[in-house]
């Protein structure tokens, strides 16, 4: 079993300031984490993962991630928010093997305030 | 990485008809395809699992009968939304997990946003 909680549905944050969006997980078996954006009325765009190795994970546009298994966390982090940082990011997990589906979070509304 | 294609991308119908969303793995083989549903300002929810050959599973409280799902080849999964009404408008997405580097990956098509009026 596996599921994926974020702990904030809506994040408001400056423009050039950090962002912080959290996840916590729960997996009965060896997880593999991401995080996907998606931009209003679009698709879904990867932005990072996790898949056991590193622990500090680094993806596009400047995001990257940590998994922190004693806490079962993998938290979103940007140093300086965009405009263009704007949207929806979800919290993704699923085994690391297998053909198993994803579970999504709730989501993270992330507005960023010129 | 792999690529999976969905189409359409967007398609606007009336009430009661039915509508075909193509799922495609362009360069591998996907004996399991996964179907997600986006209500407005939700997440995405599993709808149905769906298997190369053989019938689909369905989540508690999806209709089998309306949305059918076919997994006729390795390559393609169709979800049909049959008799469609306006609370069917969504947005649907398909995934398929590929082995990549040790680790199985999951990859999404496009998705689909359905209006129906």
């Known amino acids: 079993a596996q599921s994926v909680t974020q702990l904030d549905s809506h994040v408001s944050v400056s423009e050039g300031t950090p962002v912080l969006l959290r996840c916590n997980y729960s997996?009965?078996?060896?997880?593999?984490l991401f995080w996907y954006v998606q931009h209003p009325n679009k698709g879904l765009q990867l932005l990072l993962k996790?898949?056991?190795?590193?622990?500090l994970v680094k993806g596009i546009n400047g995001f990257e991630a940590e998994f922190k298994k004693s806490e079962t966390s993998f938290h979103l982090t940007k140093p300086s928010a965009h405009m263009s940082d704007a949207a929806e990011y979800f919290c993704?997990?699923?085994?690391?093997?297998?053909?198993?589906?994803?579970?999504f979070g709730t989501g993270t509304k992330l507005q960023v305030i010129p | 990485g792999a690529v999976v294609s969905q189409h359409p991308s967007r398609v606007i119908c009336k009430s009661g008809t039915s509508v075909k969303i193509e799922c495609r793995s362009l360069?591998?083989?996907?004996?399991?395809m996964f179907w997600y549903r986006q209500f407005p300002k939700q997440s995405l929810m599993l709808m149905a699992t769906?298997?190369?050959?053989?019938?689909?599973?369905?989540e508690q409280g999806v209709e089998k009968d309306k949305f059918l799902i076919n997994h006729a080849s390795l390559t393609l999964s169709t979800l049909t939304v049959t008799s469609a009404h306006p609370e069917d408008s969504s947005f649907y997405i398909c995934?398929?997990?590929?082995?990549?580097?040790?680790?199985?990956?999951?990859?999404f098509g496009q998705g689909t946003r359905l209006t129906v009026v």
């Open positions: 360069d591998f083989q996907a004996t399991t």
């Open positions: 993704v997990v699923s085994p690391l093997w297998g053909y198993q589906k994803v579970t």
């Open positions: 769906s298997n190369e050959g053989s019938k689909a599973t369905y």
């Open positions: 995934s398929a997990r590929v082995p990549s580097q040790g680790f199985t990956e999951a990859f």
């Open positions: 997996s009965s078996y060896s997880p593999s």
């Open positions: 996790y898949t056991s190795a590193a622990t």
